[in-house]
């Protein structure tokens, strides 16, 4: 089956097996390694990416039912020799650690912020719902996120909680 789609705002073909996950495509022939490759069942997060302006775990997305859309990659969120504004945050807030989740994290906050450029900490909690991290507490990810907010909501963690 051949597809065509745009990717990061290129427009790309495909042909081959229309159950082909976007994942695959993107990894392999497109060499677009940002969305990562964990879980394959869309539980944890690490390979979402926009699907006509929608985040979608890649891993779960046939190619064959993207004809004619438009998908932006973590690569596609700034110019190659710039930061997205959430990856510079999570660097000056030192929340990255092992990596693996924060593509999809990024993708997924950078759509809660251009929706919404001042959210409650309570709200990017809900954002991250569908982004699992298994190396590092949510509480500096989250700090971060409140950082770029244009009304930045001071941290509320009750006084036994510790950043970890």
């Known amino acids: 089956m051949s597809v065509t789609l745009t990717v990061n705002g290129q427009r790309r073909s495909f042909d081959g097996d229309p159950r082909t996950p976007l994942i695959d495509l993107l990894r392999g022939p497109l060499h ?80 809660l912020l251009k929706a919404n450029t001042t959210p409650s900490r309570a709200e990017v909690k809900a954002a991250l719902t569908g982004n699992l991290c298994r190396c590092t507490g949510y509480e500096r990810i989250i700090d971060a996120v409140l950082s770029l907010s244009t009304t930045e909501e001071p941290p509320q963690r009750p006084a036994h909680e510790h950043p970890v």
């Open 32 to 111: 677009l390694t940002g969305a990562k490759d964990v879980c394959r069942e869309g539980f944890c997060g690490a390979c979402t990416v926009m699907i006509d302006g929608q985040p979608v775990p890649a891993c779960l997305r046939p190619v064959g039912m993207l004809d004619g859309a438009e998908v932006t990659t973590v690569e596609g969120l700034s110019a190659p020799d710039a930061l997205n504004p959430v990856q510079q945050a999570f660097i000056d807030h030192d929340v990255v650690q092992c990596g693996m989740c924060f593509p999809g994290m990024v993708v997924t906050l950078s759509d």
